[in-house]
């Protein structure tokens, strides 16, 4: 659907179509982003069952989401309500490590809607501090 | 203290029955007085000077106003002024940003504007925008016709109990007086209906005949300075003419105290039409003109077309939505809870339609039909039928036959058989000018009580010096000299010279607190609280505008008769 | 103990307004009535900056106000392309002196608009919207849709107070004279209240909006069988449901707003609306975001005659939002300076714009500290607007409402700091002769 042509594609994983959204703890954070709270709600992915074991992914272990516009580790979660094919990232500081700012002349990025591959992954979800960090310098 | 001295101009002041005399104009502290000692002195050299003009209708300010702004981007554009030392950005020209309403109004020798609708529940939105307009004092009509207190009391006929709420309305909304729109269409159009004059709407069973009657006694019981000013129903229908003499026969028997009508209808160009349907569509500007000849209890303001494009709004939801199916332009509506609507659409007035010629004639034919200039007013119900800056091409019209032929010569032919335009020979003098711009209209708003509109002792200071001579005839000169003044003072102070603005001071905002029996504000406020309670979506406590959007406050209190 | 009522939330679009607290030793110590959990949350407080502060070395370092004052008056002063954005999260009075600054600085001056509701205003501009204050819908709409909108999640009290569960004049039964349809990618909370809940596949919004109005405008034979994951017979039913109504009311969230169509899923919308509007009464209205994002947008616009993305460069306002909203100015690396308030981009813009942030001078003006503060390089702590400081905010709906002040701050408001940091910039330019 969507097609890039500044940055190559990346890995090889689980193909979805990634989507950012409001949930209310992420909400009732807004204030306090850089608690534990927002931290466990907003680093996360939520998958499909089945899409979860695919990627053979126990909920609260990580992945890695990749896109054209960059990659970015989470933890998994399983939510039925998503269906397969779809991952669900709450808005917020994760999601947007891969998300694109290419705004079709609308002066919106592209928040919903991108193409991503998940992988399963032994590294660590970054604090938000720590993630910021990482657009330094 | 500050002293200004206007001598050697020739002064049209006809609250004062001064007509074109050479005359000084001093000035103290900002107000007219008899004399000065130690002046700074404005040479008029024989110019036109006239107290600052008063307008009686506009939409300036509010939310409607400010959807169109932000829904036409395309007529932003076409206004763009970069700041200058003085000035801020301008944008827009049917929908003008806050600052450039303030300094365009400014540079036509206006120093008053009232916003014609306010709604309620938006109030607090109208007044952010008038503290945002430069130089002009203002004020605000709060919308109370198709609210359902309104509606209940006029039902049971409790005029007392309505004139509570109005009191209690106009202090909530720091409002002037009793805005009357489509009564009973809006609420109708909450379903998507419309209603007539003498239709009853259904659940609070009343009809607009009875809605408006029971405000215009409410609104005399309160001794109001202004009367009760009516958008009255069927606005833009071939045929309404004879509603909207209807409407005027409703209130002939209402008593006041003070000295003006009991009714002010507006924009009348639009309620003047006859035909049943656009292809017979005529002017029917003889009928209203005779009827209010005969009559001294009601007031019209003209509404005249200006040619090109603009932008409508209005609170009669259902008309727009008609105007909107008509061009299938883009179209806004917002209905507002328990009080009003509103609706906004792009309209473009053509000379090449019939239908647009006729319009562009019946306005200016009122204002020439009517032979006492104390009984009508000079609007376009900015932006409605044309934007204010439109305002010297009507006066230069009204005093140029000439001018009216060659113009006339540019529109479609029907204008020569379907509008009496080109049959018309009067023209307005200056006097006359005087009177429908600032004179009447400060006398029909009862603001010539309270220092606007005229020259006299203990006025305001708020003078328009027009680049012109009293002889002048040349309709292009007229027009060019009514965009511009010469200079413009507000309150003693230069805010225009030579076209240019060159000082912008805050205006003030005018509002009325009618008082009454504590008992019958009680009883009222049970009712009222009933439908905070259950079906507003605000709160009673947050309703009320906070002193802190009227920070120039001039208040006028009135007393409710017993 | 004080018990204030009439509290107005400063939260989310709802902007409720019958909140009850208590204070105590100038704190609220107990939301007791009114507020959902987020609003509760946020009336409670949070951490706080503590000092206005100044980057050295990479590092924060605690400094007095003026001297912040100073510090962000140069780095605005020295730009040659500053952005102004945010603004959403504070009360109009301070949006009006942000205008004035940015016009001052020949600024860009952009709000949240631009990533939540942006292509509403473009689809606006387009069409036009019919829509009402929250108060009709509630007194009136027996038909309510939320499309692309989980307000179970993100707007908690919106279906209690204003749309299905709520009971007003004519809808005395609340939901049980009412019918819900949800449209969404994703099952949610609120899809789970629906009495119609139509799962489409991501990114065909625009298709079943076309569907619907075809249907609507009597053209239900150009429908195919299924329409972005929806079958037709569920299609037609939800068409059936919308013309049967009294008052039918749209809501639609950052669902349509973010996804590939953009602005033409708005104008898709509202053109359906306008085919229902030709059966029966029909409204529509996008749900905002921050509690004043609504107000900035009507601020900017009747100062500029724009609602964002405004461009003062010239002296006045050039309005093109693909070209000037913040994002399209950050990934462009265009501005080279920014002053941030009431928002936190370093949370909610794309990592691409962050970059470019992370590497300008960044002025932050914030009650809390956030991401944003990690790459700040002056910030001020401002008191929080509905807590601490008053003014005029509008709901989603347009409706204004001046928010209370329930206890002192030991923080100045955002109207005060920007006002000095104005104040500054103008002696700069004063001493600089221009
Ligand atoms: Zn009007």
Redesign the pocket.
Known sequence: MFVCTRYKWIKMGTKVNLISGRTTVQGRNLDSKLSEEYFDEVARCDLNKADLEKLGVAADESVKVNTSYGEVIVKAKEDGGTPEGIAFMPMGPWANAVVSGDTHGAGMPVYKGIDAEIEKTGEKVLHVKELMQTYMG | MAEVLIKNGVVYDPLNGVKGEKKDICIRDGKVVESVTNPKVIDAEGRVVMPGGVDI?S?IAGGKVNSGRLFRPEDGRKGLEAKTKVCRMQSGYSVPNTFAIGYRYAKMGYTFVME??MPPLAARHTHEELVDIPILDNAALPLLDNNWMTMEYVNGGDMDLLAAYVAWIMKATKGFGVKIVNPGGTEMWGWGKNCSLNDTVPTFDVTPAEIIKGLAEANEKLEMPHSIHV?TNMLGHPGNFEITKETYDLVKGVNTVKDRQVMHT??TQFHSYGGTNWGDFESKADAIAGYINQNDHATIDIGSVILGDTTTM?ADGPMEYSLYQITGRKWTNHDVELETGSGITPFLYSGKSPVNTIQWAIGMELALLVEDPWKIALTT?HP?AGPFIGYPILISMLMSKKRREESSADMHKVIYDKALLPSIDREYDLNEIAIITRGMTAKALGLHEHGKGHLGVGADGDVAIYDMSPEETDAGKIQKAFLNTKYTIKDGQIVVKDGEVVATPDGKTYFVTPECDDKLTDEMMVKLKDKFDHYYTVTLNNYPVQDAYVPNPYEIKTQMRG | MVEVTDVVCSLCGCVCDDIVVEVEDNKVTKVKRGACSVGKSKLMGHNRIKSPAIRVNGELKDCSYDEAIKKAAEILAASRRPLLYGWSSTVCEADKVGVELAEELGAVIDNTASVCHGPSVLAIQDVGLPSCTLGEVKNRADVIIYWGANPAEAHANHMKRYSYVSKGFWTEEGKKAKKLVVVDVRATKTSKMADVFLQIEQGKDYLVFSALRAILYGHADVVPDEVGGVSKKDLLETAEMMKGAKFGATFFGMGVTHTGARQNNIVNAIQMTRAAHTHTKFTITPMRGHYNVAGINQVCTWETGFPFAVDLTRGYAWYNPGELSATDLLIRQECDAALIIASDPGAHFPGESIKHLAKIPVIQIDPFPNPTTEFADVVFPAAVSGVEAEGNVYRMDNIPIRLRKLIDSEYPEDEAILKRILDEVRAIKEKEGN
């Open positions: 209708h939409h014609a609708a958008h507006t924009h209005t119900d409605n």
